[in-house]
């Protein structure tokens, strides 16, 4: 059953379910964050819509900064922002940000680990009919790879807000991922969130197996475990929210309780969710595990669900590799 | 105080030498380009930048971004002299554990304004700093020096049209046009000329100077301190190596350590001048 601390959306398994952006959960916590500190500059390499730093530019634009197509510049400068004293997000596609200026976020920001979050808008394979140049598959090996940095991709409007709002007030190098379409709003404004700790969304006296994703895989993994409940396999569901650092002691706790861990992931699983479970839990409690994510392939064009369909990601894919790891738990 | 040109040129020649020493003992580093910009940072250190090495963080201090962090050892030796460390730790640079990495990193040396070394980042950061600046209403100026070799990254030019864009007077750029980088002469590698119409046409006053002139870097820095228009690039012309005679102009001694016998010559060179340096005034 549902995790009852964690006030969940009540139509969180219906038709009325609300739909909404993270994107725009970031730009009105964005805008938040502004009003608390004045700090807080925004910039954009010419993406001022579409990751939604518009709400910020419009109500303070002497703090927001147009760099134009440059994501090198726009991470350095934010970096030399940092240096004098200032609260920079920086905005773009995680393709680009940080695809296209990773040296400079590993050097002029990680080193010294200046408070500077780099938002990475439209990752995933999500971001459909643009196809393989534009799918951020990659941001989050190349992100948390950086000794300073934190990694955080939330999972739903009402998350992304409360992460900007956190990170904001967190002295240290952010960079956190959004996808493009929109996805239910199964959180609550009550909901507890915290950087570093990861929600427990499902609670079972004898779980099978526990599914830790993040972003859009959250609620998949939702509509998963509804589905085996009512066919009598209990699962746990874990928003692993934070990516960098890692709740470890959730990973383990849980591995050892069910002896069968499932992580999925809109991502590579190479240097992805999986990746670091898996060296997690090869150091301290070695279990059963899938992998799902995108499987050292590039991704095309296409409909979200066809694009999850094709690499392993729809419902239907969750289920059967929980069976699969069951059947293999108990060999 | 004020220092007279000679008494400016008397520590430049302690600085040469110590650059040599320095990169002797540390058997690695980039002697051409530290030698070369050796006027430019003890003019600035002694002259132009308002800062007190006792108050490192002092937050109304100028600040000076070095981009091409390579040439760290010139850097290094200055500060030194003008007191922010002990003279003693420049012979452990790039040592383990000493305050002076073989590339600037901050993390080892608060003093320093950023950790640097990557081309083509400098000026971006120092754009940074000058806008947040400008948004606070503080009134110090920032300064980069940079490489002419580092023009060949197309980071340093989208940090020029921020500059422009934004008219970021508050920031002074100092190219070491010394002509050279590693793989030969720049010119040859890929060509920066006409550098100062590029600028130009980027919305930036220009400013062309002998780097090895104290008069006219101190003119230089001064007149852009005047320019409420737009940001100002100066383009010091140095002579890579300069004051060894056998490291000057040549592009082997970009990277390159002297050994025992070519460091003795090249302090001798140094402390005479080798009849290289025209003397100020005449």
Known sequence: ?331 | MKYTTEELQEISKEVRKDIIEMILKAGYGHPAGSLGMVDVLVTLYYVILLHDPKKPDWEDRDRLVLSNGHICPARYAVMAHRGYFEHKELFKIGKFGSILQGHPDKRFLKSLETTSGPLGSGLSQACGVAYGARMDKKRFRTFVICSDGEHNEGNHWEAVMFAGKNNLSNLTLIVDRNNIQIDGHTEDIMPLEPLLDKYKSFGWSVIDIDGHNFDEIVSACSKARSIFENPTVIIAHTIPGMGVDFMENNPNWHAKAPNDIEAKKAIMEIRTMGGKVTPYGE
């Open chain 1, 1 to 331: 059953m549902l995790n009852a601390k964690l006030n969940l959306n009540p139509d969180i398994f219906t038709k009325k379910i609300e739909m909404k952006l993270m994107r725009d959960g970031f730009g009105h916590g964005l805008l938040e964050a502004g009003e608390q500190d004045e700090r807080i500059v925004a910039l954009t390499a010419d993406l001022k819509e579409s990751t939604k730093v518009n709400y910020f530019a419009d109500k303070f634009p002497e703090r927001f900064i147009e760099v134009g197509v440059a994501e090198q510049n726009l991470v350095t400068i934010a970096s030399g922002l940092a240096n004098f004293g200032k609260i920079p997000f920086a905005t773009s596609y995680a393709i680009f940000s940080p695809g296209r200026n990773w040296e400079q976020i590993r050097t002029t920001i990680g080193i010294d680990g200046y408070p500077v979050k780099i938002i990475g808008a439209q990752s995933g394979l999500n971001i459909g009919h643009y196809g393989v140049t534009h799918q951020g598959l990659e941001d989050i090996a190349l992100a948390q790879v950086i000794p300073s940095m934190n990694v955080v991709a939330p999972s739903d409007y009402n998350e992304a807000k409360k992460a900007t709002l956190e990170m904001a007030k967190i002295d240290k190098p952010f960079y956190m991922r959004l996808p493009r379409i929109e996805s239910p709003v199964y959180t609550t404004e009550k909901s507890p969130f915290k950087i570093g700790k990861a929600n427990i969304l499902t609670e079972s006296k004898k779980p099978e197996v526990a599914i830790i994703a993040y972003g859009l895989m959250v609620y998949q993994a939702l509509l998963a475990y509804k589905e085996l409940e009512k066919n009598g396999i209990e699962t746990i569901v874990i928003n692993m929210h934070t990516i960098k650092p890692l709740d470890e002691e959730v990973v383990i706790r849980y591995a050892k309780l069910t002896n069968a861990i499932m992580t999925i992931e809109e991502h590579q699983v190479i240097g992805g969710l999986g990746s670091v479970v898996s060296q997690t839990l090869s150091k301290n409690f070695p279990v059963h595990m899938e992998m799902l994510g995108v499987q050292d392939r590039f991704g095309q064009s296409g409909k979200p669900d066809e694009l999850f369909k094709e690499y392993g990601l729809a419902k239907e894919d969750i289920i059967k590799s929980i069976k699969k790891l069951i059947a293999k738990k108990n060999a």
